[in-house]
Nanobody, 125 residues
Framework: QVQLVESGGDLVQPGGSLRLSCAAS????????IAWFRQAPGKEREGVSC????????SYTNSVKGRFTISRDTAKNTVYLQMNGLKPEDTAVYYC??????????????????WGKGTPVTVAL
């Protein structure tokens, strides 16, 4: 049974940092690209960042470039999203998802096979 479990969400002040974790079980990161999505209240879900199954390819939505960094630890079968310089507009529930069909060196925000349940991030004073 595949499970993706997000953690690390919290209330943080503007300019602060958080590191989200996506712990995977029932699948190996070597065979799946992992993507982070977020959904703010009243807004559609959007792709934030992804990492390919080899770890060689990453992608970021424009609004987080230079502030967020995706990485992974294959020994722990976990993907991380380091978020720095947080802004109120980053407030959302953050989800990770796994894609078995992406190439080893690229990833996308489409065609996810498995989803986690999300972790909330609130950026406010």
């Amino acid at each position: 049974q595949v499970q993706l479990v997000e953690s690390g969400g919290d209330l943080v002040q503007p300019g602060g940092s958080l590191r989200l974790s996506c712990a995977a079980s029932g699948l190996l990161l070597d065979y799946y690209a992992i993507a982070w999505f977020r959904q703010a209240p009243g807004k559609e879900r959007e792709g934030v960042s992804c990492i390919s199954s080899s770890g060689a390819g990453t992608s970021y939505t424009n609004s987080v470039k230079g502030r967020f960094t995706i990485s992974r630890d294959t020994a722990k079968n976990t993907v991380y999203l380091q978020m720095n310089g947080l802004k109120p507009e980053d407030t959302a529930v953050y989800y990770c998802a796994a894609d078995a069909n992406a190439g080893s060196t690229w990833c996308s925000f489409y065609g996810m096979d498995y989803w986690g349940k999300g972790t909330p991030v609130t950026v406010a004073l």
